[in-house]
């Protein structure tokens, strides 16, 4: 088991900056991965935003490449991923989520909100 939380949200303004964070806690020998999906309003998909492995290779997603930076902490039995989020936009808007992969099946923490104006 894998315990996600995060925090960090809030309500920005267009080209502002805003960082996330997610403590994952537990099970956390074997986690393959570490990462951040957004559910867009109204839509029921989360997309992948950013990911990180536990070596530190990462991928984003087109439309946050060069904007956002996923980066991680980790400790003996946690670790910590940050979203660096930067020059923020609209269309950045949406329930942000926490996820692990411990031996194939996905955790995910309880999401947080990020909401972008102008």
């Known amino acids: 088991q894998v315990r996600l939380v995060e925090s960090g949200g809030g309500l920005v303004q267009a080209g502002e900056s805003l960082r996330l964070s997610c403590r994952a806690s537990g099970k956390m020998s074997g986690v393959a991965r570490l990462g951040w999906y957004r559910q867009p309003p109204f839509q029921r998909e989360r997309e992948l935003v950013a990911?990180?492995?536990?070596?530190?290779?990462?991928?984003?997603a087109n439309s946050v490449r060069g904007r956002f930076t996923i980066s991680r902490d980790d400790g003996q039995d946690t670790a910590t991923a940050y979203l660096q989020m930067a020059s923020l936009k609209s269309e950045d808007t949406g329930a942000y989520f926490c996820?692990?992969?411990?031996?194939?099946?996905?955790?995910w923490g309880q999401g947080i909100r990020v909401t972008v104006r102008g």
């Open positions: 996820n692990a992969v411990l031996a194939g099946t996905d955790y």
């Open positions: 990911a990180i492995s536990p070596l530190g290779t990462t991928n984003y």
